[in-house]
């Protein structure tokens, strides 16, 4: 417990340490929220566009930390999803990264979720309650969250 304080504290006293402007930093990495509703291929492409990528949440520390962050954005995302790194569009029920194709290990669903309801292949955060995890159609246009490392220069590939 002691040393997540201090891990907390650091990260607070480090803000935006290592990260370009519009940033918030955690650990090693950097995030970006985006209030631009798009599809999911399309956030995806956004973040690509500002050498991030959609964020991949790998741990219950982590998704603690991107809960505060939404809810500081609670205004802009009263009516949206927030699209984040997830799919099983390749095969159901096999959530994986959008990039590195790795399988997803850590979860945070909402309650009755993943559900899949008329197909639904890309992941979310819920925009209301808890903040926890959507599997949702991957055309609706959703808000984003981008995440790069901060401790490698994640280039615009091309
Ligand atoms: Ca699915
Ligand atoms: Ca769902």
Redesign the pocket.
């Known amino acids: 417990m002691y040393t997540n304080v201090l891990v907390f504290l650091g990260s607070i006293v480090l803000a935006n340490a290592g990260c370009p402007d519009g940033f918030m930093s955690y650990t090693d990495n950097c995030y970006a929220f985006l209030p631009v509703k798009a599809s999911w291929a399309e956030a995806k492409t956004y973040c690509e566009a500002i050498g991030a990528g959609l964020a991949v949440i790998e741990s219950r520390q982590e998704s603690d930390f991107i809960h505060g962050l939404v809810q500081r954005e609670h205004n802009a995302i009263s009516t949206s999803q927030i699209w984040i790194g997830g799919t099983d569009l390749i095969e159901e029920g096999v959530w994986l990264a959008p990039d590195n194709r790795q399988k997803l290990t850590f979860f945070d669903w909402a309650p009755k979720?993943?559900?899949?309801?008329n197909g639904?292949h890309c992941l979310a955060i819920f925009n209301y309650g808890s903040l926890l995890w959507?599997?949702?159609r991957c055309e609706v246009h959703n808000y984003a969250l981008c995440k790069m490392g901060g401790d490698s220069s994640v280039g615009i590939i091309g």
């Not at 979720?113 to 309801?117: F, G, K, R, T």
């Open positions: 979720e993943p559900d899949n309801l639904q959507d599997d949702n």
